[in-house]
């Protein structure tokens, strides 16, 4: 006996590193008969969000998302809730303390500060999160201004009608697990010629741009103030907010905005755009942006 753990053995399963998708066997209903076949599922699994500073530690979130960059997750979801800038944060990893059961290493991710813990009101609130909803009883435009006065009137990218038709096709072309499973949401980072530098996925559409404002925390990127914004689904007031806090004027989308988004978008001087498909799209606010 080598003494070594049998990877086939239960304990090796539970500590296995969850991956985007999941294999199922579903039945599918064709001309009135009923056919087992395998399909490919969009994962979905919690992730922790802990935030620690020498010996001491504070969970300030939990996530339902889908596995695939999470240290850019943790750090977008910080940066957008003004916990952490990149500045603060020592490192990234997944967290291996006492109380995490191996079956959730990979499920919890521990962000390091070179200070101490910041003091965390604001998170009280909404200390769980949900894919479908994002967080829940977020800072209302008021303590949205006191973290950010309005921008002057036209900073940001000016852009082309002809740019923005072709975005909605460039985002899912760059949607390999949508591709498979049919399941998810997506936000893109482009030029303002319509070039995509990142693109990111999830079951939730709110922790999509956070990992795409965490891809930039970590590379050096911030402030996004010359960059597009796409994303899949609806513009809600939480997304509006993340791409605020990266500094992102303009923001498109191919489904409708809520009304806080567009709120918040005329209060803040960004350019907002709603269905965006098929070579048209509605203008909510900033079309100072759109060139002729």
């Known amino acids: 006996m080598s003494g070594r753990p049998d990877p086939t053995s ?9 991956g985007p998708t999941t ?33 001491e530690h504070r969970t300030v979130a939990i996530t339902m998302r889908t596995p695939g960059h999470d240290f850019e997750l943790a750090a977008g979801f910080l940066y957008g809730e003004g916990v952490a800038t990149p500045a603060d944060v020592a490192s ?16 919890t991710v521990t962000v390091r500060l070179h200070g101490p813990l910041p003091d965390l009101p604001s998170l009280d609130r909404h200390f769980v999160t949900s ?13 949205l201004r006191d973290r950010r006065p309005p921008a002057p009137a036209g900073q940001g990218p000016l852009v082309s009608p002809e740019v923005l038709y072709g975005l909605p096709d460039r985002l899912r072309r760059a949607q390999g697990v949508f ?11 482009f030029t303002p010629e319509g070039e995509a530098l990142a693109v990111r996925e999830d079951v939730g559409r709110h922790n999509a741009l956070d990992k795409l404002v965490g891809w930039a925390m970590t590379t050096g990127r911030l402030p996004l103030d010359d960059h597009l914004l796409m994303v899949s689904g609806r513009t809600s007031y939480e997304i ?11 923001v498109c989308a191919v489904s ?18 709603g269905f965006l498909r098929e070579e048209r799209f509605n203008v909510y606010a900033g079309a100072h942006r759109l060139t002729p």
């Open 131 to 143: 894919s479908a909803c994002g967080v829940c009883g977020t800072a209302s435009l008021d303590a």
């Open 179 to 189: 591709g498979k499973t049919g399941g998810l949401h997506a936000a893109g980072l």
């Open 23 to 55: 294999r199922a066997r579903v039945g599918q209903m064709r001309s009135g008969t009923l056919h087992e076949r395998r399909d490919d599922l969009a994962t979905e699994e919690p992730l922790e969000i802990r935030v620690r500073s020498g010996s």
């Open 256 to 273: 409708a905005p809520s009304s806080l988004a567009v709120e918040l978008a005329r209060e803040f001087d960004m350019t907002l755009v």
């Open 240 to 250: 509006m907010q993340k791409a605020l806090t990266a500094g992102l004027a303009v």
């Open 92 to 107: 990234i990893a997944y967290c291996t303390d006492e109380d995490v059961p191996p079956q959730a290493r990979y499920n």
């Open 10 to 18: 239960a304990s090796a399963e539970v500590t296995r590193r969850p």
